[in-house]
């Protein structure tokens, strides 16, 4: 799923390594209004902070840091926790992933790779996140390096084809995207 997060309140529940990881993933997908709430932070947390694109709270969770989220990330040290966010951010609407708990989520975040505009997202369906990973991590070699060029190159190309409509530019399209 990939979802514009730009303006979307999103709250990670937790403050360990798995909930920075989860916090600093929802940055890169241009989440730009996330919250974490925790008593405890991973030493990680402090470099997404002088970004300014993230608050914390330092405390325990209670189920009003819930209003408002769009997208909710359970990834707290304790399952009671874990399950009471994400069920009572599901009835509220919110999406809702409880780390390695399928069965309670209502999405489940795959494995991305990122190379300029290129994004590729893997998934098992909660089946093997680390097979996912493992995937990820092939297809980052396959498409790394300079690919990210070629798929600006057929950015502008695409436009410049929908802008004009001609056959030519129709042509370059498709031999560059062949090329690829």
Do not use: W
Request: glycine share 10%; hydrophobic share 45%.
């Amino acid at each position: 799923m990939f979802l514009d997060l730009k303006g979307k309140p999103c709250l990670v529940v937790g403050g360990g390594e798995v909930a920075f990881r989860k916090a600093e993933t929802l940055l890169k997908s241009g989440a730009d209004r996330v919250r974490v709430v925790a008593p405890l932070f991973h030493p990680g947390f402090a470099g997404l902070g002088k970004k300014g694109t993230i608050k914390f709270s330092r405390r325990k969770f209670r189920l009003s840091d819930l209003k408002g989220a769009v997208i909710v990330v359970c990834a707290a040290d304790s399952e009671k926790i874990n399950s009471l966010a994400g069920a009572a951010a599901e009835k509220s609407g919110a999406l809702v992933n409880v780390v390695d708990r399928p069965a309670l989520c209502n999405f489940i975040a795959p494995a991305v790779f990122r190379n300029g505009a290129l994004t590729i997202a893997v998934s098992t369906g909660g089946a093997s996140p680390a097979l996912a990973k493992k995937i990820r991590l092939r297809l980052g070699k396959l498409y790394g390096g300079a690919f990210s060029g070629k798929v600006e190159a057929l950015r502008r190309l695409r436009l410049k084809m929908l802008a004009s409509k001609s056959k030519a530019d129709r042509q370059a399209y498709f031999r560059l995207l062949r090329s690829v």
